[in-house]
């Protein structure tokens, strides 16, 4: 076979004689040959293995490139497409994903290329200018797009340049028309700073009712354990997959800061499995069946318990049973020698069940 003979080849290279010229030459050709084919390998893997690889289930973005009008396509390989909004508006400049901001305008893209029922995104997020008191910036990421677009679940949390608390909201849009979930509420230690990361982390699961929630935090505190907002809903056309985005919704920023962006890195959405809930386990309880502590003194016998009743002797003479000195005792003869063995404080139990006797 080929590599045998390439195998052979070596090692008779390795161990001829410096003057073997057409084995050298032999040699050459082969090397040359095995160069070829490598670099043949490589450059067809860069080309067709790795790009199918990167195109995995899971949306991820970490925004390493640099694209004009739009952004292009993923980390993972996933082509983001623009729903609303001019393309210029849109571009990556190698550490973000940026949306120029303009009042009063939504503008956002989303990925069509992956659909989950259950969706979890986490994203990184922040704002390049300092708000005006009365400007606001709401960031949305959108869960479960239909197509036509405009029906929606939509998550999502307000900046505020009034030094207050960020708002999160909950809300589901059916053919443009949107609906709030739940009252909104702030987010805490969420006060807007430009420049600054913010960690947004939302999950749409399950159907019938479908679970919305948010929660939000600055990036250099940790995660909080529980949900800033949560909502169950039971929209028909909203029980199915959808599509991921991004939108964003200025209102009121002062001209003079103009342009403004919404900055966005570390991007993820993932099928998130819904674990069925565990049955519970029953807390056990301790009866007493039997407890005695023996502050009694009695001879022939050991007499009633304190819990349990009268204890009978079924072998052995009653001589050998007393209690004395808190120890119930048991006197055996062996070999002509007396030993006497003092039984412990005797309290048995039984475990069982709530519910169960």
Same mark, same amino acid.
């Given at each position: ?33 095995? &160069? ?31 694209? &004009? ?26 550490? !973000? ?5 303009? =009042? ?13 029922? *259950? ?5 990184? #997020? ?5 708000? /005006? ?31 207050? /608390?960020? #708002? ?5 849009? #059916? ?13 805490? =230690? ?17 159907? *019938? ?6 929660? #939000?935090?600055?990036? *250099? ?12 809903? =039971? ?61 009694? *003194?009695? !001879? ?40 006497? !063995? ?16």
């Amino acid at each position: 076979m080929a590599w045998l003979r390439t195998v052979w080849f070596v090692l008779k290279f390795l161990f001829s004689r410096p003057a073997d010229e057409e084995f050298l030459a032999m040699s050459a050709k082969k090397l040359f040959f095995l &160069a070829v084919a490598f670099l043949a390998v490589f450059f067809v893997s860069r080309l067709f293995l790795v790009p199918l690889a990167r195109a995995s289930s899971h949306v991820i973005d970490e925004f390493t490139r640099t694209v &004009a009008n739009g952004w292009g396509t993923s980390t993972s390989g996933h082509a983001w497409v623009i729903s609303s909004g001019s393309a210029s508006s849109f571009a990556v400049n190698g550490e !973000y994903g940026t949306i120029s901001l303009a =009042n009063t305008s939504n503008r956002g893209l989303y990925v069509p290329g992956v659909q989950f029922t *259950n969706t979890s995104v986490l994203s990184r #997020v922040r704002i390049n200018k300092a708000l /005006n008191t009365s400007a606001t910036v709401t960031i949305t990421f959108a869960a479960r797009i239909q197509t036509p677009l405009n029906t929606e679940y939509r998550p999502s949390v307000t900046f505020r340049g009034n030094g207050l /608390n960020s #708002v999160v909201g909950l809300r589901k849009i #059916v053919n443009g028309t949107q609906t709030a979930l739940t009252t909104d509420t702030t987010a805490p =230690n969420t006060v807007f700073v430009e420049n600054v990361d913010y960690l947004v982390r939302t999950e749409v699961i399950g159907s *019938n009712p479908t679970t919305v929630r948010i929660k #939000v935090w600055r990036a *250099n505190l940790s995660e909080p354990t529980s949900w800033t907002l949560s909502a169950t809903d =039971n929209e028909p056309v909203l029980q199915n997959a959808g599509s991921s985005g991004i939108m964003t919704y200025p209102v009121n920023i002062d001209s003079a800061v103009f342009p403004v962006q919404a900055q966005f890195d570390n991007y993820s959405t993932e099928n998130s499995v819904i674990l069925p809930s565990p049955t519970p386990t029953p807390t056990p309880f301790l009866h007493t069946h039997l407890s005695d502590t023996f502050s009694r *003194n009695l !001879y022939d016998t050991w007499g009633n318990a304190e819990i349990g009743g009268v204890y009978t002797i079924f072998s052995g003479s009653q001589s050998t049973y007393s209690v004395e000195e808190g120890e119930g005792r048991v006197l055996l003869e062996n070999n002509n020698r007396t030993k006497v !063995y003092r039984c412990l404080r005797l309290s048995l139990r039984k475990s069982s069940y709530a519910g169960k006797v």
